[in-house]
């Protein structure tokens, strides 16, 4: 067997490198923070909580999106201290501001296959004295492609302690309809791609419909994300779900700036 030898590879995986081992430092740097998105209730716009999601400033190479620098992340096991990081930042900050609205909280599968995930968790959550229930998780499809077993057994010992599991981006990846009786969730996010399209087309509207009242048969709520026009909001009303996540609806943004946003209009 013949390999060529390319030199872009060997930058690639520098650079790849390169990133990680600054994702390392950028932790203890004070590099990352944290801006948070708004999750509505459907029926009266009224704010039931937050999905946090992460930013990086870099020093030198300035903003980094979070799909560049998440994968990196994953790769190198850098997204293990990232994670707790987050964790931590997101009790401190609902706390000190006085969110009292559950708070979501994304994790990685490789997190979840950490050794000591689950007692890290507890133990953030003691030394915080953040309340169990304003906590929820967020796993995608993946978590349960690599090792299902696992990813049960760790998120059934979760919701034990009191966290709500929500699965992400339903509809991208795996799952069937038929998993979601054995899945350990609560919440069911339903990605953009079921409305974007399906707005004005009928059998759109009744798999959306037909999923929505499966879900809620099996006492999983609903959230769909990615609504950006209001006639996606009247669609998804007249299916039945129960809450809403949007840019045109809230804009993710830190916590400081939460008070003249809920002080404001809807």
């Given amino acids: 067997k013949i390999c060529w030898y390319e030199r872009e590879m060997d930058d690639k995986t520098r650079q790849r490198n390169m990133m990680a081992a600054d994702i390392r430092r950028g932790i ?62 997101v009790c401190n900050e609902s706390l000190e501001n006085g969110l009292n609205r559950k708070v979501s909280v994304n994790i990685s599968p490789v997190q979840l296959r950490h050794r000591s995930f689950i007692e890290k968790v507890r133990e953030i959550l003691m030394r915080t004295a953040y ?20 990813a049960f057994s760790v998120l059934h010992h979760l919701q034990k302690m009191g966290i709500s599991i929500a699965l992400d981006d339903f509809g991208t990846g795996y799952s069937s309809l ?71 609806f809230y804009r993710p943004m830190p916590v400081e700036q939460f008070e003249e946003v809920l002080d404001g209009p809807v």
């Fill in 131 to 150: 309340p169990v229930s304003l906590l929820e998780f967020e796993v995608t499809e993946t978590a349960f492609v690599i090792n299902k077993q696992l």
């Fill in 178 to 248: 038929g998993l979601l009786k054995d899945l350990p969730i609560d919440v069911m996010k339903l990605d953009g791609v079921f409305f974007r399209v399906s707005v004005d087309v009928n059998r759109g509207h009744t798999i959306l419909k037909y999923i929505i009242d499966m879900v809620k048969e099996l006492n999983i709520s609903t959230v769909a994300e990615g609504v950006e026009r209001e006639e996606q909001v009247e669609f998804l009303k007249s299916a039945g779900c129960d809450l809403i996540q949007g840019f045109a």
């Fill in 28 to 89: 203890h740097a004070g590099e990352f923070s944290l801006h948070y998105q708004a999750i509505r209730n459907i029926k009266d716009r009224s704010i039931t909580g937050y999905e946090a999601l992460l930013r990086w400033q870099h020093p030198q190479l300035g903003t980094i999106p979070p799909d560049v620098f998440i994968p990196i992340a994953e790769e190198s096991g850098a997204i293990v201290p990232l994670g707790y990081w987050v964790l931590e930042q």
